[in-house]
């Protein structure tokens, strides 16, 4: 007998590892409280390996039905969503690739704490973008919404993967100042794994730019440089 996947099944079988003593804690470590970033975020208590055991049973759901659940109340049924939607991405062909690409654009307003990012954006918009124009990591940058300016900078993860690093640093550039230490923390984990595969190119970049730098961005880009080099840096 056939089951159609759809979001009611979905959203079930994740209830199942609903844990309300751990949703309490989840909900201080990801900031829901008034004014921080998370405000009014609902957690189930659901751990990480648990949501993608969900989304490997149910990766083959219509996208349409996937799209539900990005749509939710609870965080980790948007989770879910958007490990689903990664797994539809690296298993597609180009056809449900661009429709992933778009549909996830078109929904970056449900796609609003670290975590969602943080998994989905170097997959659906950066290795989407590595070969095409990519004008929209420059429009998001740009974006009032801070989710969508830690999408463009996360997405480039991508193609620093492959030693491209013109965006990173171009991206870099636009959120030097930014007012979010969110953001802060992501440019400067970007600029820290550009380090990692070429040094001269991330000290190039903080040469004329770390006196200036968030101290967060600053100590993110630095974290792995020897201890010498480190304080050098902090004590400008």
């Known amino acids: 007998m056939l089951i ?3 979001a009611i099944l979905a959203r079930n079988e994740l209830h199942k590892f609903s844990d ?3 949703a309490k804690i ?8 008034p004014g921080e970033y998370g405000e009014g975020d609902i957690f189930l208590g659901i751990k990480v390996p648990q949501v993608r055991q969900v989304a490997k049973m149910f990766w083959q759901m219509p996208l349409n039905e996937v799209l539900k659940l990005l749509k939710s109340k609870f ?3 948007r989770l879910l969503s958007l490990f689903i939607l990664k797994e539809k991405f690296i298993k597609g062909d180009d056809k449900t690739k661009t429709k992933i690409h778009k549909s996830y654009l078109k929904h970056t307003r449900y796609i609003n704490n670290w975590d969602f990012v943080d998994l989905s954006a170097e997959y659906i918009v950066g290795n989407y973008i590595l070969d095409k124009d990519k004008s929209i990591l420059f429009k998001l940058a740009k974006s009032k919404n801070f989710w969508e300016r830690r999408i463009a900078i996360i997405s480039t993860f991508h193609m620093i993967k492959q030693r491209q690093f013109k965006e990173t640093l171009q991206i870099a550039e636009i959120l030097l100042q930014d007012e979010e230490d969110l953001i802060h ?7 820290r794994e550009i380090g990692k595969r070429d040094l001269k190119v991330e000290e190039g970049f903080l040469k004329n730019r770390y006196k200036n730098m968030p101290r967060t961005m600053l100590r993110y880009a630095i974290e ?3 201890e010498t080099k480190r304080q050098a840096y902090l004590k400008k």
Do not use: I, S
């Not at 989840?26 to 409280?33: A, E, H, I, M, S």
């Open 26 to 33: 989840l909900q201080r470590f990801f900031k829901t409280g």
């Open 75 to 77: 965080h980790e049924e």
């Open 20 to 22: 309300a003593e751990r």
């Open 185 to 191: 923390k992501a440019v400067g984990w970007m600029l």
């Open 4 to 6: 159609v996947m759809n």
């Open 224 to 226: 792995k440089f020897p």
